[in-house]
């Protein structure tokens, strides 16, 4: 027994760019109509290049991708079905959306029509395992006797890369997680870390209302389904739109011209939506509308074919700091972009894609800055092959624990009590080598994460009590 405050030295031996550093879950996406290509984003800058033999597999609507956490490509989906990296099915990969789509779909066009309609993530404590999501379509029968077609489902597939040397195997599929009476929204699928900095909160919207389904993945499944509603009713049926979580996961933002624009605050430990800003976003023209958020939170982007605007989140008035950015001129070049969906990028900068036929991304390059310093161009990456309105839809891997006691879930953390006690690292942000200081009881394991939150170190044991 130590009855004397200690101090406990941890050299890192780490960069200040280690540090700093990103998973690479998100570094290689792969696209296309026909032939694909990938976008994979490395140290130096953008490389951009075909794949050979690729042209039977195309996107049309639903993209996902993943790579590992060394960045090379694992496996895709266009949500019929999934693939290794080599463009072959993955054993057990296909007829991953049963029904109408693998009926009508994916027998003409081979693609899941449904934009933000794929997500891809780790599963919790299992090396190199992963959910694969997607929706299915119905046609759905509304109370106004209308019909449109529209997801009632979504399922969930679970992927094991360490079989078949590397290749991968669907260990399971098709299992429903998310079932709607009436129906889901066409898309908007998105994803966010509990606050435990572990588990997955997946949330989508359901058609017609103002409320969400919330589906808590861990580890083994499903830990928790909810249903939670704030805000105004998204009362026009179908229509195309995005939403996106900002990168520290405490906002949700999502779009459509009918609809206008829907502001949240998120509670990542108990799923709730709070604190609804809703205003319209009624721009003429053709009804697609896509989102994004800026690295650092502040600064919303929304896109509506021709145009582009900025948002300060941090307004009074939200509503009233509308910026517009750009418009789409007249003389473009063969196949340019519409502007559509968004994507964060990796390496920070925002790419938009088309509603159509598109060889072109625009591109934000500088999305924290205010106003026109953020720097966008229009049609600012040529593609090599020809895209159709997807882009990858990608949550923030990296996002760590919430700074707040949330009870723990699907893994063990720290006694609520000891969060009382002083425990102290300095210098923090560090480069080589910190100092942890504990005044009362040092805990029996710890974790270090980046500002990013990337787990750098992890121990079971640091030693004896300390008094």
Known sequence: MINFKSIIFVFLLFSVFDLCSQSQYDKTWRLGQGPQFEMVFEQDGL????????????????VSCISDESGKLQF???????????????????????????????????SNPIPQGGLILPIPNKNNQYYALNYDLQLVEY????????????????????????????????????????????????????????????????SASNCYHLVLLGSDGVIEEKTICSGEPWNTIGGTGQAVFSRDGSRYVRANPWNGIHIFEFDRCSGELFNPVVFPFSETGFSAAGVSISPDGNLLYVTRINKIFQFDLQAEDIESSKILIDTLGTNLPSFSAAMYLCQLGPDDKI??????????FHVINAPNERGLACDFIQNGIELPERNFSGIPNFPNYDLGPSTTYCEPLSTNVLDKSILTRTLDISPNPANQKIV????EEIISSYAIYSILGTELIKSDAIGSRLE
Not at 95 to 109: A, Q, R, T
Not at 351 to 360: A, D, P, Q
Request: hydrophobic content about 40%; charged content about 20%; glycine content about 10%.
């Open 47 to 62: 490389m951009l290049r075909s794949i050979v033999g690729s042209n039977s597999i195309g996107f049309r609507g639903t």
């Open 76 to 110: 895709y989906s266009n949500g019929c079905d999934i693939y290794s990296a080599s463009n072959t099915f993955m054993e057990n990969g296909d007829m991953i959306s049963p029904g109408f789509v693998e009926d009508i779909f994916c027998s003409s066009v081979n």
């Open 143 to 206: 109370l106004d006797t209308t019909e449109a077609l529209d997801p009632q489902r979504l399922l969930l597939h679970k992927v094991d890369m360490n079989l078949n040397n590397g290749k991968g195997a669907v260990i399971s599929k098709n299992e429903v997680v998310i079932e709607d009476e009436l129906a889901l929204v066409r898309g908007q699928l998105q994803a966010v870390k509990h606050a435990n900095g572990i588990d997955w909160w997946v949330m989508t919207p359901k």
């Open 351 to 360: 790419y938009i894609s088309g509603t159509g036929t598109h060889t072109f």
């Open 436 to 439: 942890l200081f504990a005044e």
